[in-house]
């Protein structure tokens, strides 16, 4: 018999739980061990490399990653799913997908699936505030429900850093509690310039993941450091959400996903999408799981 998906539920503390209903996000250590980290790394690097050397006009194949940015200091790469197993791992990884589907109180697909390279930009000037490519994916009113005094969100991402962040190295920012305000983004935006105590930056060891709900107002942080970054984000919302990535599966991909991943990589054209929620005490499905407990392809 098929395997069923085993995935946590409740995927968070009852404390993670309050940070990401006070702030709209949180960071779980450790959902990356340092060995996937690296090999997480050179994939990624590979894959960079890889998209660097196509021919001028070069026309991708469905399962070959694409440049969505592509700068000497910051490349943002798009449709990871099938570019290397590790990748498919990392997007089906149980610990994420339940982290993802607590959030939204119900089963998750994914939507998209984007990587970030990036270091200092050229024009940094020491010393001269920050200004960020502040944003959001989903309004307060459409994207957010509350249930059991919970906040959820119907569109998710769990980004996972696989260098280390220190204060420096540009970790995510967020303004935090815009998640359940629904106020015009620009309006919060200059009330958190205004009040930068708002504003909450990443900083945290290789391996570690940042969950937050796209109702929140979030963007890349500022690198002031030599180092490069190296960012991995599963956007992952309700069943009948089409995938926005931009590109489509190959069929021969398409044809091997197990059956316990299928709603995960396809939705499902339905309105039964389901629901499932957890009390704040609740305490956390301790399970440990791994890239290994993910999908290989070819494995
Ligand atoms: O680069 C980052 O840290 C943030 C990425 C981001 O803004 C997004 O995925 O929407």
Redesign the pocket.
């Known amino acids: 018999m098929e395997p069923s998906f085993e995935r946590p539920f409740p995927a968070l503390t009852p404390a993670q739980r309050y940070h990401f209903d006070v702030n709209g996000y949180v960071v779980a250590p450790d959902v990356l061990s340092g060995e996937e980290c690296d090999a997480l790394k050179e994939a990624m690097q590979r894959t960079k490399r890889d998209i660097r050397s196509r021919a001028p006009g070069y026309e991708p194949r469905l399962d070959e990653a694409t440049f969505r940015m592509d700068h000497p200091h910051h490349v ?1 790469i798009s449709d990871l799913r099938a570019a290397d197993p590790l990748f498919t791992a990392y997007v089906t990884h149980p610990r994420l997908v339940g982290m993802a589907e607590e959030v939204m109180g119900g089963e998750a697909r994914i939507v ?1 699936f ?1 990587a ?1 390279i ?1 270091s200092r930009h050229p024009n940094y000037v020491p010393g001269e505030p920050a200004k960020f ?1 502040f ?1 959001n ?1 989903i309004d307060v009113p459409y994207g957010s429900h509350v249930k059991h005094g919970l906040f959820h969100c119907c569109f998710v ?1 769990t ?1 996972s850093n696989l260098t280390d962040l220190g204060p420096d190295d ?4 967020v303004v935090a509690g815009s998640h359940k305000i629904d106020l015009p983004v620009e309006d919060m935006v200059a009330r958190a310039y205004e009040d930068r105590s708002l504003i909450h930056q ?1 900083i945290a060891p290789a391996g570690s993941t ?1 969950l937050f709900a ?1 109702t929140l107002i ?4 500022q690198i002031r450091s030599d180092k490069e ?1 190296v ?1 991995i ?1 599963g ?1 992952y919302g309700g069943t009948m959400f089409p995938y926005w990535g931009g590109r489509e599966m190959s069929p021969e991909f398409a044809a091997d996903i197990p059956p316990r991943f299928k709603t995960l990589f396809d939705g499902k054209a339905h309105w039964t999408r389901g629901p499932r929620y957890r009390n704040l005490t609740d305490p956390v499905d301790p399970r440990h799981f791994t890239l290994a407990d993910g999908w290989h392809p070819n494995a």
């Open positions: 943002f998209e984007n970030h990036n490519d944003h994916g991402k980004l540009g970790g995510t920012v990443v940042l796209e979030h963007g890349t942080g970054r960012i984000i956007g």
